[in-house]
């Protein structure tokens, strides 16, 4: 029987759906097998934890323009590799012992803080693979004792094989989403449940799992498109975003708003364009389920990095506003046609089954 651990950071997280979509994935291919799916921060320094997110959140609202400066900069990364280093030997006993007690066959990280942490203390006969949840590779996923890095397309293979990573030891297996985004949807039932006309184009908004970005302006840009279209909007855990919705769907009648669901997988397959963040998984769920994507205001750093890698392949279209991405989107209904050519495009480089061939991994 196989033992295998999962480590992200941070609930609600990409990389906590990345491990989960993992565990599914493992759960299907090797059903005997047991599965320790761990947040690496609040197991090894939860108060460290809660300082780190803090920080972060309050940068990203506050200061984006640092957090681009940081993000993957070399000259910071020499900087801070002390105290990397500080940090992995301080928190290097509780690893060990996890490691020592649990016993695992192999070791998955879909972050690279923890990867990094088991890459220093790991035994060299447990597997460990770095499983990278956005379009191209940053500095701090670099390690020797990585045994495989999965990522989703050539160009981060590219950028990976740059750095001194031998080829073998990178896969392209693409970005790990919820197995359920391979399966066959009824879609009569899901519109049913919604109460939406099935004969109209629906268009699905998503702010990340909180419900990020300027939604109520997109909401008002749209709401008097002079289309016929429905408007699905997930609020996720934003409950003061999803009061302000329920209150205007009497008013908007071509508005749905939901709150955090877990139903992602059927609202991308009766939709026929997002409007979205550029999150790694999110993103990686609109490729699975072949849907165009209107990208806006993404963070600085990472979301940064995969708008342009998606503009770039010819599967998004970014919108610099509200207003932007309400034209883009009637643009975008009004002819069929470029919406299929898109399809056509992302049909070249969406990796389904990735969590499903990630688990496949461990016994190769």
């Known amino acids: 029987m196989k033992r295998i651990l999962i480590m992200y950071i941070s609930p609600h997280s990409g990389h906590h759906q990345a491990a989960q979509a993992v565990e599914e994935g493992i759960k299907r291919v090797h059903p005997g097998a047991e599965i320790l799916n761990i947040d690496a921060f609040n197991y090894t320094n939860p108060i460290l934890e809660k300082v780190v997110n803090r920080t972060y959140t309050g940068i990203i609202k506050r200061r984006p323009e640092v957090w681009e400066y940081l993000y993957d900069n070399p000259f910071i990364f020499r900087k801070v590799k002390k105290w990397r280093q500080l940090i992995h030997r301080f928190n290097s006993p509780k690893l060990r012992y996890l490691l020592d007690s649990f016993k695992p066959d192999a070791v998955i990280c879909t972050q690279a803080f923890p990867c990094g942490m088991i890459a220093d203390c790991k035994p060299r006969d447990v597997l460990l693979i770095g499983v990278l949840t956005d379009y191209m590779p940053h500095s701090y996923w670099l390690s020797e004792r990585v045994d495989f890095y999965v990522v989703s397309s050539e160009e981060s293979k590219q950028r990976l094989e740059e750095e001194g990573i031998e080829e073998e030891r990178i896969k392209i297996l693409g970005i790990p989403v919820h197995p359920k985004f391979d399966d066959e949807v009824n879609r009569k039932r899901v519109f049913q449940e919604l109460n939406l006309d099935p004969n109209l184009p629906n268009i699905l908004i998503m702010g990340g799992g909180q419900g990020m970005g300027p939604i109520k302006t997109i909401i008002y840009l749209l709401a008097y498109l002079d289309l016929p279209y429905q408007i699905l909007v997930v ?71 995969n708008t342009q890698f998606l503009v770039k392949q010819g599967v998004a279209l970014e919108a610099k506003n509200s207003k932007q991405a309400a034209v883009l989107a009637k643009r975008l209904l009004s002819k069929p046609e470029r919406l299929r050519e898109i399809q056509r495009e992302i049909e070249k480089i969406r990796r389904p089954r990735a969590a499903i061939n990630i688990a496949k991994l461990i016994c190769s």
């Not at 609020?235 to 009061?243: C, E, I, M, V, Y």
């Not at 939709?271 to 994507?293: D, F, H, R, Y």
């Open 235 to 305: 609020a996720g855990t934003n409950r003061s975003l999803l009061k302000w919705l329920k209150r205007r769907e009497p008013r908007f009648n071509k508005i749905r708003a939901l709150g955090y669901v877990d139903n992602v997988n059927e609202l991308m397959d009766i939709s026929s364009l997002i409007i979205t963040k550029a999150g790694g998984i999110t993103t990686g769920e609109a490729l699975v389920k072949n849907l165009p994507m209107i990208i806006i205001n993404p963070l600085p750093g990472q979301e940064r990095k």
